[in-house]
């Protein structure tokens, strides 16, 4: 504990030794509450556009909660860190566990996110009138299947599959994150800190004339280390106190709260997005190592099938707004009243594509990886 902070009590109150438990229900809470916020980020937009002038009954602009619920990407990034050191601290400089990571985590992203851009591909060849600006383009359709960071016929810095560009930094975190497993698990968060770091600091010396530099400068970059920090920090078997947790909490709600009561701040997304979502992160994790955190079992269900939903949603949402349209079901139901619809047709949809074909897909590429691995190991011998 002192070789960390230095003395038994620390800023934000008492930390104590715990033991981490093997399982985190609160981070799949949140990756379930964050899948729910970027639907809902899409719903708002869609109604928007589609009603631009109708009454409501929310006490605040469809922009101000666009903004809350954007931060929805700073959790799925803390998260992702997070979940890297939580889940395998204890296969650093294992053989191979490096390539074990790697191609797990390609069975886990890739095929789902193929599939899904390769409907994206077919309707741009074959309708492209569905897509406003959109036009196909072979450069913009390679770099996306690749997870490079590319611009598209309209300019905007998104692959075909617009939610796609988060992946761009997953495929990063993760090509750095199999590196590091070559070394010690303290190694890799010292390296990682000060790469994204310096990196950060060279986005104010380096114009962003490209995509690619875009990401690798973002600040997104460090809220994956500050995810990963805090995983290691627990697996030391550090924690909060209870009454410190609560605190975290109170503190990352209410700057949230203040501004979306006020407006964002002009200080950088880290400060305004990242670390609130760090605050409640660490909070909820650290009242569960004490047994004071339980979730509703279908908002963990949901974070179970979160990557489906991130990444058919769209095209559910675009299935339901057309539905609206041609019914005219706006015209004797409540604008408002679409959005928990639409939220709800996203999330069944998510559903029904990750029972149809993620979970048993990924499973089977599984079965494989796990009959191939031995074999491979004993071939390198």
């Not at 869609?46 to 922009?63: A, D, E, G, W, Y």
């Not at 690619?212 to 920090?229: D, K, M, P, R």
């Not at 709260?257 to 400060?271: H, M």
């Not at 619809?341 to 993620?358: D, K």
Request: charged share 15%.
């Amino acid at each position: 504990m002192q070789k960390f902070f230095g003395r038994k009590r620390a800023w934000m109150g008492d930390m104590v030794d715990v033991a981490p438990p093997k399982t985190l229900q609160s981070i799949h809470f949140l990756r379930g509450l964050a899948s729910l916020m970027v639907v809902l980020i899409h719903a708002l937009g869609s109604v928007n556009l589609k009603f631009p002038v109708h009454p409501t009954i929310l006490p605040r602009s469809f922009q101000d909660y666009l903004y809350v619920c954007a931060s929805s990407v700073d959790f799925f990034f803390l998260i992702s860190g997070f979940t890297m050191f939580y889940v395998y601290a204890k296969d650093f400089q294992k053989p191979y566990a490096w390539l074990d990571f790697l191609v797990r985590r390609v069975i886990r992203i890739v095929p789902m996110y193929w599939l899904i851009s390769a409907l994206y591909l077919a309707v741009l060849l074959f309708a492209p009138g569905m897509f406003a600006t959109l036009k196909f383009e072979f450069r913009h359709a390679i770099e996306s299947f690749l997870f490079i960071p590319t611009t598209n016929s309209a300019g905007e810095n998104f692959p075909m599959l617009n939610v796609g560009w988060t992946l761009s930094y997953e495929m990063y975190f993760y090509a750095l994150f199999g590196i590091a497993m070559l070394g010690t698990v303290r190694f890799a968060i010292w390296a990682m800190g000060v790469l994204f770091t310096l990196s950060v600091l060279a986005a104010y010396l380096v114009p962003h004339s490209s995509p690619t530099l875009y990401v690798l400068f973002n600040q997104l970059v460090l809220e994956f280390f500050l995810g990963g920090l805090a995983a290691y920090l627990l697996l030391r078997g550090h924690c909060f106190r209870r009454h410190a947790a609560w605190g975290l909490i109170v503190a990352g709600i209410t700057l949230f709260g203040i501004q979306f009561l006020a407006g964002e701040w002009d200080i950088g997304r880290l400060f305004t997005r990242g670390i609130p979502a760090l605050l409640i992160l660490v909070g909820l994790v650290s009242l569960e190592v004490h047994g004071r955190f339980t979730s509703p079992a279908w908002l963990l269900r949901i974070g179970d099938e979160c990557y489906s939903i991130y990444l058919s949603h769209s095209i559910s949402l675009a299935l339901f707004f057309k539905g609206v349209m041609i019914c005219g079901v706006a015209g004797w139901l409540p604008v408002d009243a679409l959005i928990p619809l639409a939220l709800l047709v996203a999330v069944l949809g998510g559903r029904a594509i990750y029972l149809t074909c993620e979970k048993p897909l990924t499973r089977i590429l599984n079965a494989l990886w796990k009959k191939v691995k031995p074999e491979l190991g004993r071939a390198v011998e």
